[in-house]
């Protein structure tokens, strides 16, 4: 069973930046379209960036020019770049396959502060 574990989140003030991390236990990406996703407190968990294979990546608006996702098939790694963080980026970080396919980790808590 592919265990997801995420890391890299805290507590950081607005225009602060921060990088996500997400460990698999097995090579799983090489064929997958892997993503990070967020949920805000008292809001669905909602996609906020993909990267396929050739390193093609799509953001949502929100954090479009301010986020950069990229992977490490190598390692197994799947991680997310978080530059001028703002309150409402606020909330756990989790990654999966897009759409989803594993069972999810615990995530990640990052916190902006403002």
């Known amino acids: 069973q592919v265990q997801l574990v995420e890391s890299g989140g805290g507590l950081v003030q607005a225009g602060g930046s921060l990088r996500l991390s997400c460990s698999a236990s097995g090579s799983i990406f090489t064929f997958q379209t892997m993503g990070w996703y967020r949920q805000a407190p008292g809001k669905q968990r909602d996609l906020v960036a993909g990267?396929?294979?050739?390193?093609?990546?799509n953001y949502a608006d929100s954090v479009k020019g301010r986020f950069t996702i990229s992977m490490d098939n190598a390692k197994s790694t799947v991680y997310l770049q978080m530059n001028s963080l703002r309150p409402d980026d606020t909330g756990v970080y989790y990654c999966?396959?897009?759409?989803?396919?594993?069972?999810w980790g615990q995530g990640t808590q990052v916190t902006v502060s403002s």
């Open positions: 999966n396959a897009v759409p989803t396919w594993y069972t």
């Open positions: 990267i396929r294979s050739g390193g093609i990546t």
